[in-house]
C-alpha cells in the first residue's frame, strides 16, 4: 500500500522556519521525482518543489527560490523542504506527492499538512 506520510506543519510568524517532512512507503523510491504542493483558501494548488534521485537539479517555484530548499534521503524514503524566511502568503496546506520520472503527472499524494504564517 502506498503511503505518503507528511510532517512538520505549523503556526509561526513571519521570518520563521519550519522543516517539512514526507515518509514514503510502498512503491520504489528510487524510480520517482518527488514533488511538493501547496494549495491556499481560495487558491488552486500550486507547484512548490521537486527532486528526482540522482539526475538533475532540484527545481523550486520563483516564489520560494532563495527560501525553500527541497532534498531527500533515498536510504530513508523520505523528502524534506526546509522553509526559510516564511511569509504570510506562504500559508497553505502543503502536500507531498510522486510520479514516476517517465511521466509529467504525479501519481500519488499525502493527505497535507497546515502550514500557517502570521504578520
Known amino acids: 500500500q502506498v503511503q505518503l506520510i507528511e510532517s512538520g506543519g505549523g503556526l509561526v510568524q513571519a521570518g520563521a522556519s519550519l522543516r517539512l517532512s514526507c515518509a514514503a512507503s510502498g512503491f520504489r523510491f528510487s524510480w520517482y521525482t518527488m514533488g511538493w504542493f501547496r494549495q491556499a483558501p481560495g487558491k488552486e494548488r500550486e507547484f512548490v518543489a521537486s527532486?528526482?534521485?540522482?539526475?538533475?537539479?532540484?527545481d523550486h517555484a520563483d516564489s520560494v527560490k532563495g527560501r525553500f530548499t527541497i532534498s531527500r534521503d533515498n536510504a530513508q524514503n523520505t523528502v524534506v523542504l526546509q522553509m526559510n524566511s516564511l511569509k504570510p502568503e506562504d500559508t497553505a496546506v502543503y502536500y507531498c506527492?510522486?510520479?514516476?520520472?517517465?511521466?509529467?503527472?504525479?501519481?500519488?499524494w499525502g493527505q497535507g499538512t497546515q502550514v500557517t504564517v502570521s504578520s
Open positions: 527532486i528526482s534521485w540522482g539526475a538533475g537539479t532540484p
Open positions: 506527492a510522486a510520479r514516476l520520472l517517465s511521466k509529467t503527472e504525479y501519481t500519488y
